[in-house]
């Protein structure tokens, strides 16, 4: 069983630039979150994809969009990126429906992102 | 909203030393708790969970128990070794119209010395 992959493994960015940083989720499930973690902190909840659509938003600008596919996978882009965009962003995927990882997500590595 | 809080600074400790992690949490509703560890430079890992009140998580040694009367998941291990030294994080989730998403604490640094 493939678990979750994320990529690029890290990325340099310039100020006002736009990146596209991308996830598979793992085999058998059909949500995926998105998470920034600034350096020190906690993961902070960016948005998860349900079905293709958007299923909930933690408290970021639109210039923070995704996109989910038919086969799951995602992307997440960020548009005039700002030096504070310099972040580890996890992808993290659910299950379909319940059973002994009810209500899990499983995380990817991360993609490593700095802003300069 | 919903929040988690964990005892602030790093835990430094010798190895199979006794360790506690504290947590505590703010929710509306019933919502699941969660314990994840990252290893440096890797993304998280499930470590254990509780979904309900008085449940009991427990892997690799690590214990966990669900209380709601004050509000806390505190992580416990009885013996500790230096491959347990990384970032602990405790989380919750409370499901509203599906989405699972998951609030945060800040984390606790853990280190064992051999």
């Known amino acids: 069983e493939t678990g979750v992959t994320q990529s690029p493994t890290h990325l340099i960015k310039t100020r006002g630039q736009q990146v596209t940083l991308r996830c598979s989720s793992q085999?058998?499930?059909?949500?995926v979150s998105w998470y920034q973690q600034a350096l020190g902190q906690g993961p902070q909840f960016i948005f998860q994809?349900?079905?293709?659509?958007?299923?909930g938003r933690g408290n970021f600008p639109p210039r923070f969009s995704g996109l989910q596919f038919p086969n799951y996978s995602s992307e997440l882009n960020v548009n005039a990126l700002e030096l504070d965009d310099s972040a580890l962003y996890l992808c993290?995927?659910?299950?379909?429906?319940?059973?002994?990882?009810?209500?899990?997500?499983?995380f990817g590595p991360g993609t490593r992102l700095t802003v300069l | 909203g919903n929040s988690v809080t964990q005892m602030e600074g790093p835990v430094t400790l010798s190895e199979e030393a006794f360790l506690t992690i504290n947590c505590t949490y703010t929710?509306?509703?019933?919502?699941?708790l969660f314990w994840y560890v990252q290893y440096p430079g890797e993304g998280l890992q499930l470590l254990l969970k509780?979904?309900?009140?008085?449940d009991k998580g427990s892997n690799k040694g690590f214990e966990a128990t669900y209380r709601k009367e004050t509000t806390s998941f505190h992580l416990e291990k009885g013996s500790v070794q230096v491959s347990d030294s990384a970032v602990y994080f405790c989380?919750?989730?409370?499901?509203?119209?599906?989405?699972?998403?998951?609030?945060f604490g800040k984390g606790n640094q853990v280190v064992v010395i051999p």
């Open positions: 085999s058998g499930h059909n949500t």
């Open positions: 509780a979904t309900k009140a008085d």
């Open positions: 989380a919750l989730s409370v499901p509203i119209y599906g989405n699972n998403r998951l609030a």
């Open positions: 929710a509306t509703g019933y919502p699941s």
């Open positions: 993290a995927s659910s299950p379909i429906g319940g059973g002994a990882h009810y209500n899990e997500q499983f």
């Open positions: 994809y349900y079905r293709e659509e958007e299923n």
